[in-house]
């Protein structure tokens, strides 16, 4: 029992919060960034306090509007969604952030559609569906501007760029790529998500397959004539979207021996990598990925970003599909980051048996994933959250997770996990897990039994 109600304790939880965040940016003397202004990473953006606070605060609004708002107008409100997803997919795909980009003051909609190749009428009810949302403001009548939200979305090249060259439009742009993805492929996949998860359509491995009306991987699909900005973008969306620490402080990496061998599987165009052989220039590192990612893409990214590390050998990029027989045998540490989730159970078994035949006993195996958390309390132990919050924070913490899950079951017949389900996949292919640090990533590793 609670000698507070729900509702004063929701209010409770925001207002402790708001001044948590109010005093640690007082004390750093750095104002709290406007929703108003560009954005821009902050010095306070990472910081313990600040992320603890800014999640109740989230989890308790989130709460508070499911309490007082009627519930047929949160159903209401939940239904059409999908106008935002397609919202979002247009704006990324016409560049209406970059449009805006010096524009502070904003434009009105009939030049905004000019340089964006849209018409105003059509783009004004999407950027004001968007503006009452808070991505986008609208400034005067049909005048909008970038706010702290849609600013994120820019891409890093101008306009003109942007328009001439489809295939690099993404480069440098993870967020961009990430919701250009999501409002993509993930949208029309979704479409058929009903159908897919109602009659299971026999030989249909995800609501991809039926969208796409294809037979292949969204792997393979990608490197299909037509689709190779696609790949390029979701290569892209993976280079940028967790802060390095998560997988810098999941394990000591410093204590890996001159010469120790990492090897990266499935590890992209290398951006952790190139995190990683920044800070410990003392160990080899081997990124394996398709050879159309490890490719043109991968090669430009490491000339632009550290071409010393590859010319002196620090760094290795190999063309392998970790569904094949892993040819670095008895490697120090072998690293699967966002891997297991983008597959089926008998997937994940065959890539870690893979990588436990090629082991040495001295090995270890790291699983970055993330960890699924359920909306209950373990029955086991006491609530983690305060009163009256959900476990996993809901919105907060939960959120992206089940959205993500639902993503990988749209379109890659992955799933998200519990920390039980990557034990037991370790526990079929002879991994057993040792350690696990939890974070937005959790690092689990695993030595070989
Ligand atoms: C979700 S991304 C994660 C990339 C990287 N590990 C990271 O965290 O940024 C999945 C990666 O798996 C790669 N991939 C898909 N199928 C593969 C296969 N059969 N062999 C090797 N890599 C594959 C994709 O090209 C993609 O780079």
Redesign the pocket.
């Known amino acids: 029992m609670h000698d507070t109600s729900p509702l004063i304790a929701l209010a409770d939880l925001i207002s402790s919060g708001v001044r948590t965040l109010d005093a640690t940016y007082s004390q750093q003397g750095v104002p709290f960034p406007s929703l108003d202004g560009p954005y821009s990473p902050g010095p306070l953006d990472t910081d313990a306090t600040v992320t603890a606070a800014t999640q109740l605060i989230i989890a308790a609004a989130h709460q508070l509007i499911a309490t007082v708002q009627q519930p047929v107008m949160t159903l209401l409100n939940y239904a059409p969604a999908t106008c935002m997803t397609s919202a979002m997919g247009l704006v990324t795909d016409v560049h209406v952030p970059d449009a805006l980009k010096d524009n502070p003051e904003g434009l009105h909609v009939d030049q905004i559609g000019a340089k964006v190749d849209i018409d105003p009428k059509k783009l004004a009810r999407v950027l004001r569906y968007l503006a009452t949302r808070h991505v986008f403001k609208e400034v005067a009548p049909d005048v909008f501007a970038n706010n702290r939200v849609s600013s994120a979305l820019m891409k890093s090249q101008p306009l003109e760029q942007l328009k001439l060259d489809k295939l690099r439009q993404y480069d440098g742009a993870s967020a961009a790529a990430l919701v250009g993805h999501m409002t993509d492929e993930g949208l029309r996949s979704n479409g058929y998500f009903v159908e897919f998860v109602r009659d299971s359509p026999k030989g249909v491995d995800a609501p991809f397959n039926l969208a796409f009306n294809t037979k292949a991987?969204i792997?393979e699909w990608?490197e299909e004539p037509g689709n190779e900005w696609r790949?390029r973008r979701?290569?892209t969306a993976?280079?940028g979207n967790y802060n390095p620490r998560v997988f810098m402080e999941g394990y000591d990496w410093n204590s890996l021996e001159r010469g120790s061998v990492v090897v990266?599987?499935?590890?992209?165009?290398g951006?952790?990598v190139l995190n990683l052989a920044q800070a410990y220039p003392h160990v080899k590192y081997i990124v394996?990925?398709?050879e159309?990612?490890v490719g043109e893409p991968a090669q430009k990214y490491w000339q632009e970003q550290a071409p010393e590390l590859v010319s002196n050998g620090i760094v290795t990029l190999q063309g392998?599909?970790?569904?094949e027989p892993q040819p670095v045998k008895g490697a120090t540490v072998y690293f699967?980051?966002?891997?297991l989730?983008?597959w089926r159970d008998s997937k994940c078994l065959e890539i870690l048996q893979h990588l436990r035949a090629a082991a040495a006993p001295s090995s270890k195996l790291i699983v970055?994933d993330m960890l699924m958390p359920y909306a209950c309390p373990d029955p086991a132990g006491p609530s983690p959250t305060p009163f009256p919050l959900l476990a996993n924070l809901g919105i907060a913490a939960g959120g992206f997770a089940t959205a993500l899950d639902l993503q990988m079951m749209s379109s890659f017949t992955g799933q998200e996990r519990t920390l039980s389900q990557f034990s037991a996949l370790g526990d079929a292919t002879g991994w057993k897990l040792e350690s696990v640090k939890p974070g937005p990533l959790a690092a689990m590793i695993f030595y070989p039994v």
């Open positions: 991987s792997w990608f790949g979701f290569a993976m280079t990266d599987v499935g590890g992209g165009i951006t952790t394996q990925d398709l159309k990612v392998h599909s970790f569904l699967l980051r966002l891997i989730h983008d970055f």
